[in-house]
């Protein structure tokens, strides 16, 4: 999930499989949260400059856009507001992640329980991808007005523009009383777009990566490089498909009241009108690079924090 990526209930210590098992709700939303931390804290950086090349306003004829790229979006970023400038917006990730990523697992486990025919039966892949899409529904409720203020807060002086918020709060009030809860949750149907076909790929590559991992280990256990290897592809595999829906995203959730009357409808026609079809994976550059090592610090994460609880509470 989105600037914030999607990890599997199963956990890293144990052998994977497609078929459900019972799990500890708190355990899975406190391991999770953990990693969800580990995620945003490595890959946001790279996350804002995603952001502000996805935002930026189109040149004039004849003129030069704003960022030529990921390097020189990074390099005018530091310049201009030094490093802390690539982590602005970071509050309201970090603030949600451990909610969102409880949200993702329970909607996850919830639509593959909703597929199964008994307690021990297996999930072909199929039905893994509809219950990873079904995540999706789950987590929006809580990601999108985060995305919202993340986004407002990654722009207001990238794009050359005035400070307008100071910090997450700030974001949040003034945008409910400007425009009550619709504006807090602008792009909630288009994260939605995003989620839940990108989370149903993301949780179909890593379970079948894990298989194969198991398939080829003597002793039928996945290791830990393993599981980073697979969550790191399945990350990849999550912005190939939700890149575009996250263009369009960015834009309507960074402009101002009014700019698009028909929402993600709007902002589709205007893009491909004016900057073609390609405009639609633009800053897939630094989210592709964000998404491997994202993903395997969101891992390395989720397993030092079953280690620890496998180390002081073996029976949670």
Not at 194 to 223: M, T
Request: aromatic share 10%.
């Amino acid at each position: 999930m989105a600037t914030v990526e999607k990890v599997s209930t199963t956990s890293t210590s144990s052998s994977s499989t497609v078929a459900e098992r019972k799990a500890n709700p708190v355990k899975s939303f406190l391991t999770g949260g953990f990693g969800g931390i580990c995620n945003v804290l490595s890959g946001h950086p790279l996350d804002t400059i995603k952001v502000r090349l996805q935002t930026m306003p189109r040149p004039a004829p004849g003129e030069q856009p704003m960022y030529r790229g990921t390097f020189d979006c990074a390099a005018k970023t530091i310049k201009n507001e030094g490093v802390r400038g690539l982590y602005k917006g970071m509050s309201a990730p970090l603030t949600g992640v451990a909610p969102i990523f409880a949200m993702c697992f329970a909607g996850y486990a919830l639509g593959k329980r909703l597929q199964q025919r008994g307690e021990d039966a297996k999930l072909t892949y199929s039905q893994i991808f509809v219950a990873g899409s079904f995540s999706g529904l789950f987590s929006t409720l809580i990601m999108a007005p985060g995305e919202r203020i993340k986004v407002l807060l990654q722009t207001q002086q990238g794009q050359g523009g005035q400070r307008k918020y100071n910090g997450m709060i700030d974001c949040a009030g003034k945008l409910y009383k400007e425009g009550g809860l619709r504006s807090v949750f602008k792009g909630s149907c288009a994260t939605m777009l995003r989620d839940l076909p990108a989370n149903g790929l993301y949780f179909l590559v890593y379970e079948a990566l894990q298989d194969v991992a198991k398939s080829k280990s003597e002793n039928g256990q996945i290791s830990t490089t393993s599981t980073i290897l697979a969550g790191g592809a399945a990350g990849m595999a999550y912005w190939i498909l939700g890149m575009p829906a996250d263009v369009l995203k960015s834009r309507l959730q960074s402009a101002p009241e009014g700019t698009y009357k028909h929402g993600i409808r709007s902002v589709f026609k205007d893009l491909i009108v004016k900057d073609g079809p390609l405009a639609l994976y633009r800053g897939v550059t630094p989210i592709m690079i964000r998404a491997f090592p994202a993903n395997a610090a969101c891992f390395f994460g989720i397993e030092l924090a079953n280690k620890f609880f496998n180390a002081v509470a073996p029976n949670f």
